[in-house]
C-alpha cells in the first residue's frame, strides 16, 4: 500500500512541480525559438510517457499486492503486445527526432548575410574580434602571444590591420543581425554559453569552431564558460550587450584596431631591473589576470597599484608595499583582494626566485606607483 | 554449397542454443585466449586509429617513410631493408610455431619443444632488431617529443605503438619458453597438448598485428 | 572432444585451502573474491559518499564552505574523485566484480570460475588500483581535479588541481584498474559460455547472467579505449608527446610551449568510446538483477524473457555507435549530430521495451513488498525518469540549451548514480542470505530504503529544473564572481541548492544505517534457510547456504526448465526451481 502511495506521490508531484516551478528557461533572446520548441515537444511526449508508466505501476503495487491464498497470473509472453508497444515507442521516438533534425540542421547551416566575430576564450576570460572594414579576420597563431600582442596577431597579414580587437570580457552586438561566431582558445576547451540565446559552442585550442545566433532582443546577458577549464573555471563571466544598429556602431567605432593598438604600444622607460621584471610577469602569465589598463579580469587591476590601499575580504586593509607583493606572490590566499575568489596558485621560489620578485617589485613600482622614478630604482 | 552453408548455419544455431559448453570441444583455456585477443585487438586498432587521425590532423608534415627507414648497405640507401628483414623472421617463426602444434597433437614432444625454441629465438631475434632500429632512429635525433623532419607526432606514435607491439613480442617469447619448460617436465602429458595451439593463437596475434603496423607505419 | 565437459568439470580437482590466509586473503574461491570485490568497493564508495557531501556543503551553502575551508581546488578535486570513484571503482566494480563472481557459478551450476587463480588475481590487482588511486591524497598537488572526464589540455597543464602527480596517479589507477578488470572480465565470459552444467542452455539463464554477460563483452571491448588514451595521456604529461596536445599559449603553464599540433578531440572521441559503453557496463547488470529480484518477488515470470534477453544484446551492440553524443557541443563536424541523434534515439526503443516489460510483469502478480522488491520498484520509477530524461539529451538540438547544465548532472545521477545504486542495494538485501546464511534486519532495511527513495528523488528530480534555467555544472561558486545574483542563478536556485544539500545530508547519514545493518545482522540476524525468498534460480539450491568452496556436492545439478517458473498454473507450490524435472503434470 506504501508503495503504492509512493508511485503516486511521485508522479503527482513531479506533475505539480512541474507546474507550480518557477525555475524554466529564461526568456529567449535569440532566434532559437525553434529549440525551446523541440524541448517543448520532448517535454510532452516524455511526461506522457512517465505518467503512463508511473500511474500503470502505482495501480498494479495496490490492486496486485501479496493476499493469502492469492496466485500470480502465469503469462511468459505476448507478442502482440511486445510489438505494439515496440511499434508505439518507435513512433515517439519519431516524433521527437524529427524536428529535432530539422533544427539542427537549421544550427549547422550558417545563412549567408550572417557577420562573423570571433570570440577568443582563455584561462578564465574572454576576448573579441571583428573583421573591421575588409569584412575580413587577420589570421592568427598562438605563438605570438604577448603583453603587446594578446591576440597573437601575424602582423604580416594585410586582413588583420583592420581588425577591431576588444581585449575585455564585455561584448557588444547589434540586435536582429545574424552572427557567425568564430571560437578559438588559446589555452584548453572552454564553452561560450549564454542561457538566453540558448546556443551554445566549446571552443578548442588548436581549432576554430563555430555557431550562429540572431539576437532579437536589447539588453544585457551574461556569458557563462560551460565546460570545465581549470580552478578558475566559475569566475570566467563575460557579458554581451545587445544594442541597436547605431549604438553598435559608436560603439564599435571607439575600440581600437590592430593598428591602433600597435601605435598605441608607447615605449615605457623602465630601469634595467624593471625591464626584467616585467619580462617575469610576461612569462609567467601575471597579466592573464592582472591588467594594466584598470580592466578587472581574473584577479584585480594592477592600475595604480603600487602604494595604494587594498580593501581586504574580511574587512581589512592592506598597503601595496613590497611586504605585501611577496606574501602575495607566495601564499596569495592569505591577503584576498575583496570581491575576488582565492584562485591563484602560490607560487614558490623555485617558480619565481627570489630576484625575479625583486624585479617584479621594481617593475610594479615603476610601471604603477604614482611618480615612476627610474633612476632612483636603476642606481644599486 | 548452400546446403552446405545452410548446415553450418543450423550447427551454429544447434550449439548456441545447447547446453553446458557454446563451442563444442573448444578446452577454457583455448576460448580464452581467443576472446583476449578480441580485446586486445580493439587495444592495437584503437592504438592504430589513434595514430592516423594524429597524422591527419596534425599541422606539420609527416616524414617521408622510406627515407626515414632505410638502412645504409655498402654506401647505398636501400628504403626498408630492416623491416624487411624483421618482417620476414616474424613471418617465418609464425611457420615454425604452426610447426609445433602440428607436432602437439601428434604427441611428438620432442619436435614440439624443439619448434617452441625455434619460434622463441626468432621472436627473440625480432626484438634485437628492433632495439637496433630504436637505436638507430635515436641517434639520429628522433624522440617522442620531436624530429628533424617534420611532425613530433611520428616519433611519439613510432616509439608508442612499435614499443607496445615489441613488448608483446618480448612477452610471447617468455610465454613460449615458460611452456616449453612445462612440456619437459610433463605437466601436459594427460592431455592433448592444447596448450601449444594456445600460446600458438597468441603468437599468431601478434605476428598480425606486426603486418598492420608495418602497412601503417613504413608504407604509407 | 577435448574432455567430456561436465564429468571433467565434477572431476576438477579445487585448489582447497589450508591457511587463514589461503581462505580468506589469496582465496581461489569465487565466492570469497566476489565479497572482497564487495567490501573494497563499498569501503572506496564511502569515500566517494563523503566527497559528494563536501560538494554539497559548497553547493548549498557556498560562505560556509568557504569559512570551513572548501576552496576550488578541493571543489574540483572532490567532483573529479567522486564522480570517478563511483563509476569505475563502486559500480563497474561492485555489480561486475561482485554480483558476477558470486553469480555467474552458482546460478549457472559450475563448481567455480574456469581459472580461479586468474580471478584471484583480478581481486589484487583491483585492489592495487583502488590503493594507487587513494595515494593521490598524498601526493605534492593532491588529486586532479580535471573532472572525471579528464579532458586534455586542461588536465595536464598548471591552471588544475593535481597536475603533479594526481594526474598521474589517476591514470595509472585506471590502466592497472583495467588490467584487473580484463582478468576477471575472461573469466566471466569463458565460465558463461563454456562451463554451464546440464540442461542450462544460454535462453535458460537468469537475466542476471545476461545482463553481466554483455556488460563484460562490453567492458573487454570498450576499456580498451580507455587504457590507450590513459597511456598517451601519460607520455604527454611526463615526456612532452603532443597526442592531445595542440599549441598553446598557457598563462599559467611554461611547459605548455613543448607542445604542438595534437587533437583534444581524439581524447574526447576515446574517452567516449570507452564512456557511452560504460554507461551500459554499469546499466545492464542492473537491469538483469532487477529483473530476477522482480520476478521473485512478485511471484510471477518476468515478461517476455526472450524480448529481455534480445534488448539486452541490442543495447549493447548499439551502445559502440552513440558515443558522440556526449560530444554534440563540443566542436567536432556538425554533421556527425544527424548520425548520433538517431543512434541515439533508436537505442531508446529496446530500452524501453524493458521498462514496459517490468511493469507488465507486475500486472496480475502476488507482489511481496520484501526490502529487495522496495528497491527494485524504486529502481523503475527512478530509471523511467532518468532514461526519458535521457532522450532531451540524446536529440542533439535538445541536448545544446542543456548540456553542460544541472539538467546533464540530474539526469545521469537519476540514471547511472541512482538506479544502479538501488539495484545493489537490493541485490544485497536479496542475497546476503545466500552469503552469509543470515536475513538482513528488516526494519533498518526499510528505513534504509525509504530514507534513500525518497531522499534521492527529492534531489534529483529538481536539479533538472535548473539545468532550464542554465545553471551551469562544475561551478564552486555561482554567483561569487559576478558579484551578486545572475539571472541564471536567481535566488529561488540557491534556496533550492540549500534543500537538496540539506536532503543529499540525510540520504548520505541514511548509508549508514545499511552498513551497520551488514554488519550487525552477519551475527545477530535472524537464521535463513537455503531459500527464504522462494526462488527458483540454481544458486539457491545448493546442498549448503551458505554454499561450500565447490558449490555443489558430487555432482552437478541438472536444469530442466528456465529460472521464472512461478505460479505455474496446476501445482502445489507457487514456484518451481530450475533443477526439478518436468513431469506431465507440469505441462499445461
Not at chain 1, 533534425?101 to 576576448?127: N, S, T
Request: net charge negative; with cysteine; hydrophobic share 50%.
Amino acid at each position: 500500500m506504501a508503495v503504492a502511495i509512493f508511485l503516486l506521490v511521485i508522479v503527482v508531484g513531479s506533475v505539480i512541480f512541474t507546474f507550480l516551478s518557477p525555475w524554466w528557461f529564461l526568456e529567449i533572446a535569440s532566434n532559437w525559438g525553434g529549440i525551446d520548441l523541440t524541448v517543448l515537444i520532448t517535454f510532452w511526449v516524455c511526461g506522457v510517457v512517465f505518467v503512463a508508466v508511473g500511474l500503470f505501476m502505482a495501480y498494479s503495487t495496490w490492486k496486485f499486492r501479496h493476499k493469502e491464498g492469492a496466485r500470480a497470473d502465469y503469462r511468459p509472453e505476448n507478442t502482440r503486445l511486445e510489438w505494439g508497444l515496440s511499434i508505439i515507442t518507435t513512433i515517439g521516438v519519431v516524433a521527437m527526432l524529427a524536428p529535432g533534425l530539422i533544427v539542427w540542421d537549421d544550427y549547422v547551416r550558417v545563412p549567408d548575410d550572417a557577420q562573423e566575430f570571433e570570440v577568443m576564450a582563455k584561462q578564465w576570460g574572454w576576448a573579441f574580434r571583428f573583421p573591421g572594414e575588409d569584412g575580413k579576420l587577420g589570421t592568427v597563431d598562438v605563438r605570438n602571444i604577448n603583453i603587446d600582442n594578446p591576440f597573437g596577431m601575424n602582423s604580416d597579414d594585410p586582413n588583420g590591420a583592420d581588425d577591431v580587437l576588444i581585449n575585455s570580457n564585455t561584448v557588444h552586438l547589434p540586435v536582429n543581425q545574424p552572427f557567425k561566431a568564430l571560437l578559438r582558445s588559446t589555452d584548453v576547451l572552454h564553452d561560450f554559453f549564454v542561457p538566453e540565446f540558448r546556443a551554445k559552442m566549446d571552443a578548442v585550442p588548436g581549432m576554430i569552431t563555430y555557431f550562429w545566433f540572431e539576437p532579437t532582443k536589447i539588453g544585457e546577458y551574461e556569458i557563462l564558460c560551460a565546460e570545465l577549464c581549470g580552478r578558475g573555471h566559475y569566475t570566467m563571466r563575460g557579458e554581451v550587450r545587445i544594442d541597436t544598429a547605431e549604438d553598435f556602431d559608436a560603439w564599435l567605432a571607439s575600440q581600437p584596431t590592430w593598428t591602433q593598438m600597435q601605435a598605441g604600444i608607447s615605449p615605457k622607460v623602465y630601469s634595467a631591473e624593471g625591464r626584467r621584471g616585467r619580462e617575469v610577469a610576461d612569462a609567467n602569465g601575471c597579466f592573464a589576470c592582472h591588467s594594466l589598463d584598470g580592466s578587472q579580469v581574473v584577479g584585480p587591476t594592477w592600475q595604480d597599484f603600487w602604494g595604494s590601499e587594498r580593501a581586504l575580504t574580511g574587512g581589512e586593509t592592506a598597503m601595496a608595499d613590497e611586504a605585501y607583493i611577496v606574501e602575495s606572490i607566495r601564499e596569495p590566499a592569505v591577503k584576498l583582494v575583496e570581491g575576488f575568489a582565492p584562485v591563484m596558485i602560490p607560487y614558490d621560489a623555485e617558480t619565481i626566485s627570489d630576484a625575479d620578485v625583486a624585479a617584479l617589485i621594481a617593475f610594479l613600482r615603476e610601471e604603477t606607483g604614482p611618480e615612476a622614478a627610474p633612476e632612483e630604482a636603476a642606481s644599486p | 554449397m548452400a546446403e552446405a552453408a545452410a548446415a553450418g548455419h543450423a550447427t551454429i544455431i544447434k550449439d548456441w542454443s545447447s547446453d553446458v559448453t557454446t563451442f563444442k570441444g573448444v578446452p577454457w583455456g583455448k576460448a580464452m585466449m581467443w576472446i583476449f585477443l578480441l580485446s586486445d585487438t580493439f587495444i592495437f586498432s584503437i592504438f592504430l586509429t589513434s595514430y592516423m587521425t594524429v597524422r591527419m590532423t596534425t599541422v606539420e608534415p609527416w616524414p617521408n617513410a622510406s627515407e626515414v627507414f632505410s638502412l645504409t648497405m655498402f654506401g647505398v640507401p636501400v628504403p626498408l631493408l630492416l623491416i624487411a628483414i624483421m618482417t620476414f623472421d616474424l613471418i617465418t617463426s609464425s611457420g615454425t610455431m604452426a610447426l609445433a602444434v602440428n607436432y602437439g597433437y601428434r604427441r611428438d614432444k620432442k619436435r614440439a619443444v624443439r619448434y617452441i625454441y625455434l619460434t622463441a629465438l626468432f621472436g627473440a631475434i625480432f626484438v634485437g632488431m628492433q632495439v637496433f632500429e630504436w637505436s638507430k632512429l635515436i641517434e639520429e635525433g628522433v624522440r617522442p617529443w620531436g624530429n628533424d623532419w617534420g611532425a613530433a607526432q611520428f616519433g611519439a606514435c613510432f616509439f608508442m605503438i612499435t614499443g607496445f607491439h615489441g613488448m608483446h613480442v618480448s612477452a610471447g617469447v617468455i610465454y613460449l619458453l615458460i611452456v616449453a619448460h612445462l612440456i619437459k617436465r610433463g605437466r601436459y602429458d594427460n592431455t592433448n597438448y592444447e596448450i601449444v595451439e594456445i600460446v600458438g593463437l597468441y603468437w599468431h596475434f601478434v605476428d598480425l598485428v606486426w603486418v598492420f603496423i608495418f602497412a601503417f607505419f613504413y608504407l604509407w | 572432444m577435448a574432455q567430456a565437459e561436465i564429468p571433467y568439470q565434477e572431476a576438477l580437482p579445487l585448489h582447497d585451502p589450508h591457511t587463514w590466509i589461503e581462505k580468506y586473503w589469496f582465496s581461489q574461491d569465487h565466492k570469497v573474491i566476489a565479497v572482497q570485490y564487495g567490501i573494497t568497493a563499498m569501503a572506496v564508495g564511502l569515500v566517494a559518499l563523503v566527497l559528494s557531501q563536501i560538494m554539497r556543503i559548497q553547493i548549498g551553502f557556498p560562505e560556509f564552505g568557504a569559512a570551513i575551508g572548501i576552496t576550488p581546488d578541493i571543489y574540483y578535486q572532490s567532483i573529479t574523485m567522486h564522480g570517478m570513484i563511483m563509476v569505475i571503482y563502486l559500480l563497474t566494480a561492485f555489480l561486475l566484480g561482485s554480483f558476477g563472481n558470486y553469480l555467474i557459478p552458482l546460478m549457472l551450476g559450475a563448481r567455480d570460475m574456469v581459472f580461479p587463480f586468474v580471478n584471484m588475481i583480478s581481486y589484487h590487482v583491483y585492489l592495487l588500483s583502488v590503493v594507487v588511486l587513494l595515494l593521490s591524497y598524498f601526493v605534492p598537488g593532491g588529486p586532479t581535479g580535471a573532472g572525471w572526464t579528464l579532458y586534455p589540455p586542461q588536465a595536464i597543464l598548471s591552471g588544475t588541481p593535481g597536475v603533479d602527480w594526481g594526474i598521474i596517479t589517476m591514470l595509472g589507477s585506471l590502466a592497472i584498474f583495467i588490467v584487473a578488470f580484463t582478468m576477471g572480465g575472461l573469466n566471466y565470459i569463458t565460465t558463461i559460455l563454456q562451463a554451464r552444467t546440464r540442461g542450462m542452455t544460454l535462453m535458460r539463464m537468469p537475466l542476471s547472467v545476461w545482463g553481466i554477460f554483455v556488460a563484460t563483452i562490453l567492458g573487454l571491448l570498450a576499456f580498451p579505449a580507455l587504457f590507450v588514451s590513459a597511456v598517451m595521456m601519460i607520455l604527454d604529461k611526463l615526456i612532452h608527446t603532443s597526442f592531445f596536445m595542440p599549441a598553446i599559449a598557457s598563462q599559467f603553464d611554461s611547459a605548455a610551449s613543448a607542445y604542438d599540433g595534437g587533437s583534444p578531440l581524439l581524447f574526447q572521441h576515446l574517452f567516449w568510446f570507452f564512456g557511452h559503453p560504460e554507461v551500459y557496463i554499469v546499466a545492464l547488470p542492473a537491469f538483469g538483477v532487477v529483473s530476477d529480484l522482480l520476478s521473485v518477488h512478485a511471484r510471477k515470470n518476468i515478461f517476455g524473457y526472450r524480448m529481455m534477453v534480445w534488448a539486452i544484446v541490442f543495447i549493447g551492440v548499439l551502445s559502440f555507435i552513440v558515443w558522440a553524443h556526449h560530444m554534440y557541443v563540443a566542436g567536432m563536424h556538425p554533421y556527425f549530430g544527424f548520425f548520433f541523434a538517431t543512434t541515439t534515439l533508436i537505442i531508446a526503443v529496446p530500452t524501453a521495451i524493458k521498462v514496459y516489460n517490468w511493469t507488465i510483469t507486475l500486472w496480475k502478480a502476488n507482489i511481496r513488498f520484501t526490502v529487495p522488491m522496495l528497491f527494485a520498484i524504486a529502481f523503475v520509477i527512478t530509471f523511467v525518469v532518468g532514461g526519458l530524461t535521457g532522450l532531451f539529451l540524446g536529440n542533439v538540438i535538445v541536448d545544446v540549451p542543456l548540456s553542460d547544465t544541472y539538467f546533464v548532472v540530474a539526469h545521469f545521477h537519476m540514471v547511472m548514480g541512482v538506479s544502479p545504486i538501488l539495484v545493489i542495494f537490493g541485490g544485497i538485501y536479496h542475497w546476503y542470505p545466500k552469503i552469509t546464511g543470515r536475513m538482513l534486519n528488516d526494519t533498518i532495511g526499510k528505513w534504509h530504503f525509504w530514507i534513500t527513495a525518497v531522499g534521492t528523488y527529492l534531489i534529483y528530480f529538481p536539479m533538472h529544473y535548473l539545468g532550464f534555467v542554465g545553471v551551469p555544472r562544475r561551478y564552486y561558486d555561482n554567483v561569487l564572481a559576478a558579484g551578486g545574483e545572475s539571472a541564471f542563478y536567481p535566488q529561488s536556485a540557491a534556496t533550492l541548492n540549500e534543500w537538496i544539500s540539506i536532503t543529499a545530508f540525510v540520504v548520505g547519514a541514511a548509508q549508514l544505517l545499511f552498513v551497520y545493518n551488514l554488519v550487525a545482522s552477519y551475527w545477530r540476524g535472524r537464521p535463513a534457510g537455503d531459500n527464504p525468498w522462494q526462488a527458483t534460480s540454481l544458486e539457491w539450491r545448493t546442498p549448503q547456504t551458505p554454499p561450500v568452496h565447490g558449490n555443489w556436492g558430487e555432482k552437478l545439478p541438472t536444469v530442466h526448465r528456465w529460472a521464472y517458473d512461478f505460479s505455474v498454473p496446476g501445482e502445489k507450490e507457487d514456484f518451481i526451481p530450475q533443477d526439478v524435472p518436468r513431469t506431465e503434470a507440469a505441462r499445461s
